[in-house]
């Protein structure tokens, strides 16, 4: 694609950045079958070819954003799907933040638009804030029909319908410290707690510490670490986003000089593709720029950790059918296709894939809270598509996965390592069938 930027403008590395991406695109179109929200609406605007060029036009052109191009952008689920497709290999990851952050500089969006948004990044980031809010939930869930008769109140009801009704107790297992490893060592890493994920569902992480650790890993909770701020950075807040990331690079940091590290364990892939882009993030920052790669690289999602161990022969082999739903930030974020099916075959789960695989469930971050019509279509598209596969359970490695098809899904779905402990000695998940169970212990 040709560009006309000014040398002027091309001195800011961000607009460099963006105009390299844009010159790989060659406008053939081939994401827009793969997009969700093109899929969906049929919209050429709300298809990765339609969003670049309004990208273009107001970088190119230095504008503010305007409610055409918020109204687009606004509803890309940063899902990536178009990444996998393009075969020229366009970043669309880094114009779209880009896009947002300019987004979040120029444009001022309606009042309750920007208290909507001033909450969920006050609040989603911190899981004692977040603990308070869904407690206080409750209050609200008799008024949701009415919220939802209100256009501007809409994230109000969606966020209601999406909180769970009883709030597990938070993890001890999540407080900073070192969980040694059985017998003979066999690695050391640091485990990301997270935010959201340790409030709605602090199992995940306690599964995986319990796994680890029986496997002879020994599993670190650096002091200091908090969100990897995705959540803020989908929504443009580049600023708070970097402070998160910051912190992180600093915690873990302090784990690798205190006795090394072979891997920071993420359990959520939506976390891994954010954390994985540290590098790039933090690439102007003199102070972190070197600190920031090397966490990009050692951060691993925890199957793709557990696929590079000599595991052992499963405890039990359950024998259930599985239908894994590959979170976006999985296949298309990370790239990490094979791992997760693999792992759980081999742990003696039966693994069946959803048709249309490649297509997001509608929660990606915020989205299901801001854009909740379109969220829906696209969960249920997922969920009947999920069902077709008649496995007993589904299993994928995204809390807001979880929480978007558990909604609507009449089957369990809870997190892969949850299986993958269950068959190697660990407790069975909550809801999970053990009818299948082939191998005796
Ligand atoms: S990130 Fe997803 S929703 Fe956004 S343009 Fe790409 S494919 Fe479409
Ligand atoms: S597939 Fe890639 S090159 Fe083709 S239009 Fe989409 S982004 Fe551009």
Known sequence: MQTNFSAAQ????????????????VHCGFCTATCPTYVTLGNELDSPRGRIYLIKDMLENGRAADKEIVTHIDRCLSCLACMTTCPSGVNYMHLVDHARAHIEETYRRPLLDRLTRAALAFVLPYPSRFRAGLRLARFGRPFISLFEKLPALKPVAAMLKLAPSSIPSASPLASPGVHAGRGAK???????????????DPAINEATISLLTRLGVEVVVPEGEGCCGALVHHMGRE??????????????????????????????????????????????????????????ALAKDITEYLSAL?????VRKPGTIVAY????????????????????????FVVREPREGHLCCGSAGTYNILQSEISAKLR??????????????????????????????????????????????????????????????
């Open 310 to 314: 000599d595991l052992p022969e499963p």
């Open 325 to 348: 739903h590959s979170a976006c930030s999985m296949q298309h974020g990370q790239k990490i296709t094979r791992q997760p099916k693999e792992l759980l075959a081999r742990a003696g």
């Open 186 to 200: 066999r690695g050391r890493v640091a485990i990301l707690t997270g935010c959201a994920q340790s409030v709605l």
């Open 10 to 25: 091309l001195a800011d590395p961000h607009v460099a950045e963006s105009e390299t991406i844009l010159r790989k695109c």
């Open 239 to 296: 600023d708070q986003a970097l402070v998160s990331a910051r912190r992180n690079v600093d915690a873990w940091t302090r784990a690798v000089d205190q006795g090394g590290l072979d891997a920071i364990i993420i359990t959520a892939s939506g976390c891994g593709t954010t954390i994985k882009d540290y590098g790039f993030m933090l690439r102007l920052n003199p102070a972190y720029a070197e600190k920031a790669a090397r966490v990009s």
């Open 380 to 441: 249920d598209r997922k969920v009947r598509n999920i069902e077709a596969t008649g496995a007993s359970v589904v299993a994928t490695g995204n809390i807001g996965c979880i929480t978007q098809i558990a909604s609507a899904a009449s089957l369990p779905v809870v997190h892969t390592i949850k299986l993958l402990d269950w068959a190697y000695g660990g407790p069975k998940p909550e809801g999970v069938s053990d009818s299948g169970l082939i191998a005796a212990e």
